[in-house]
């Protein structure tokens, strides 16, 4: 019946998503822009063609936006659900993207911080450095718990979700810049270019003390990004909240996005689908 009642939410929570996406080609416009902007540069051939890489939700417009631009007031984490949610749900994280694609799944949870130095944390190799990342938030959030609290016979079983991002330009790995000199030589970066991202994610089980993690990726593609757009996004400040300056979701940056190979939610921090599958094994776990 417990494993019933999951299959239910985690399919409800799949075919909400399902029904928000529209069908595209695999590099599609996803905003308008200006008839003056110039076309951005060949796309490399990997990505031409292949079958590994598909274009999911792309980011919503200007009147949509959210998760970052403040022009609407950001879910709750009590949204209903379809079913009651047997198992509870803990998300190790404060950003508000994280907090908005989890309401967006239906999810009710609570939310701690894990609060460690990410800087202290290097590796060369993006996909284990946001895993390792990822972990020793996982790590931290549970050393100040009584674990036993959340192993009790009888109890629904605890998840805790952690994750972490970061943007890959060039082969070189870009977290949250430090100044605004950095932030505007991103941006500039990204401008007429393309950016690929990295997000690793872990969910532990308390109850039972398994931990599941994986990665997923995605990138997205800018047309020219005027001067005035980059200086009025470090004037704003945001840019130093999110991982490479990157906001995909920002009414100042979407009219800039050409396109995204990947999901959007992936971008912005977790994806929904690599969620919703470490949940459902984890819970099996």
């Given at each position: 019946k417990f494993l019933s009642s999951t299959s239910n939410?985690?399919?409800?929570g799949q075919r909400k998503m399902q029904s928000s996406h529209r069908p595209c080609n695999l590099l599609c416009p996803v905003a308008p822009y200006a008839a003056a902007a110039p076309r951005p540069q060949q796309r490399p051939a990997h990505l031409l063609g292949t079958h590994r890489q598909r274009l999911l939700s792309?980011?919503?417009?200007?009147?949509?936006?959210?998760l970052l631009s403040g022009m609407a007031p950001m879910a709750t984490s009590s949204?209903?659900?379809a079913n009651p949610q047997p198992f509870k749900l803990i998300l190790g994280s404060s950003s508000v993207a994280r907090k908005n694609i989890l309401n967006e799944m239906g999810f009710e949870f609570q939310v701690m911080t894990a609060d460690i130095d990410e800087r202290s944390i290097r590796r060369k190799d993006p996909d284990e450095l946001v895993m390792l990342l990822a972990e020793a938030k996982a790590d931290a959030i549970m050393s100040r718990m009584n674990i036993s609290d959340y192993q009790k016979e009888g109890d629904q079983p605890t998840l805790l979700i952690t994750s972490d991002i970061v943007?890959?330009?060039?082969?070189?790995?870009?977290e949250k810049p430090s100044s605004k000199e950095?932030?505007?030589?991103?941006?500039?970066?990204y401008s007429g270019g393309h950016v690929s991202t990295v997000g690793g994610v872990v969910v532990t089980n308390l109850t039972t003390g398994k931990k599941l993690g994986s990665l997923d990726k995605?990138?997205?593609y800018f047309h020219d990004i005027p001067d005035e757009i980059i200086e009025n996004l470090i004037d704003e400040g945001v840019v130093f909240r999110v991982a490479g300056g990157l906001l995909l979701e920002h009414p100042?940056?979407?009219?800039?996005?050409e396109a995204v190979v990947g999901s959007s939610d992936s971008v912005m921090g977790l994806s929904k689908d690599l969620a919703n599958k470490l949940i459902h094994e984890a819970l099996l776990a």
């Amino acid at each position: 019946k417990f494993l019933s009642s999951t299959s239910n939410l985690l399919l409800t929570g799949q075919r909400k998503m399902q029904s928000s996406h529209r069908p595209c080609n695999l590099l599609c416009p996803v905003a308008p822009y200006a008839a003056a902007a110039p076309r951005p540069q060949q796309r490399p051939a990997h990505l031409l063609g292949t079958h590994r890489q598909r274009l999911l939700s792309p980011p919503r417009r200007h009147s949509e936006a959210r998760l970052l631009s403040g022009m609407a007031p950001m879910a709750t984490s009590s949204s209903p659900t379809a079913n009651p949610q047997p198992f509870k749900l803990i998300l190790g994280s404060s950003s508000v993207a994280r907090k908005n694609i989890l309401n967006e799944m239906g999810f009710e949870f609570q939310v701690m911080t894990a609060d460690i130095d990410e800087r202290s944390i290097r590796r060369k190799d993006p996909d284990e450095l946001v895993m390792l990342l990822a972990e020793a938030k996982a790590d931290a959030i549970m050393s100040r718990m009584n674990i036993s609290d959340y192993q009790k016979e009888g109890d629904q079983p605890t998840l805790l979700i952690t994750s972490d991002i970061v943007v890959v330009h060039e082969g070189i790995i870009r977290e949250k810049p430090s100044s605004k000199e950095e932030a505007r030589q991103f941006l500039k970066g990204y401008s007429g270019g393309h950016v690929s991202t990295v997000g690793g994610v872990v969910v532990t089980n308390l109850t039972t003390g398994k931990k599941l993690g994986s990665l997923d990726k995605a990138e997205v593609y800018f047309h020219d990004i005027p001067d005035e757009i980059i200086e009025n996004l470090i004037d704003e400040g945001v840019v130093f909240r999110v991982a490479g300056g990157l906001l995909l979701e920002h009414p100042l940056v979407l009219p800039f996005v050409e396109a995204v190979v990947g999901s959007s939610d992936s971008v912005m921090g977790l994806s929904k689908d690599l969620a919703n599958k470490l949940i459902h094994e984890a819970l099996l776990a």
